[in-house]
């Protein structure tokens, strides 16, 4: 991808990482975050709703993001995790939610969608036994 001028140049931390990039409606490059771990972390499913931005999808063993905060670290409960991210709408990281099962298999985070109300919902698969919750705009649960 080539996003012009303004280019922001990610590297990966790992196998494979994800990123969230951000144009206007004329194709021109806004910015850009990126995050992973030393394996696999793939973003599936990402929704905006009128003040921020969620992304969902799944990481293996552990993952890493940079915030204004600092540097947070999540390790997988298992071999694979899902992962909730939220963002306000210059793509600066509000919260993070992780979730998994345990043992030796995948948890995956495959779509959301944020409700008017600010709720954001996930769908994905996981083998075992899952914990689920609906989150509020403010990162607490719903429920």
């Not at 409960?77 to 043992?103: E, P, Y």
């Not at 008017?116 to 609906?134: P, Q």
Request: glycine share 12%; proline share 1%; charged share 25%.
């Amino acid at each position: 991808m080539d996003p012009g001028p303004d280019q922001s140049l990610v590297i990966s931390n790992g196998e494979r990482d994800a990123f969230l990039v951000k144009f206007d409606e004329n194709g021109n490059y806004l910015g850009s975050f990126n995050w992973g771990g030393s394996s696999t972390d793939e973003a599936f499913a990402v929704d905006a709703g009128e003040s921020s931005v969620a992304v969902t999808g799944w990481f293996r063993d552990s993952m890493t993001l940079q915030s204004s905060e600092g540097e947070q670290n999540f390790l997988a409960d298992g071999t694979s995790d899902i992962f909730l991210l939220k963002f306000d709408l210059d793509l600066g990281l509000l919260w993070t939610r992780t979730c998994g099962a345990g043992g030796s298999h995948n948890d995956i985070g495959r779509d959301l969608e944020i409700d008017e109300d600010g709720t954001i919902y996930v769908v994905g698969t996981e083998r075992t036994e899952m914990h689920v919750a609906s989150f509020l705009d403010n990162g607490s649960r719903s429920f």
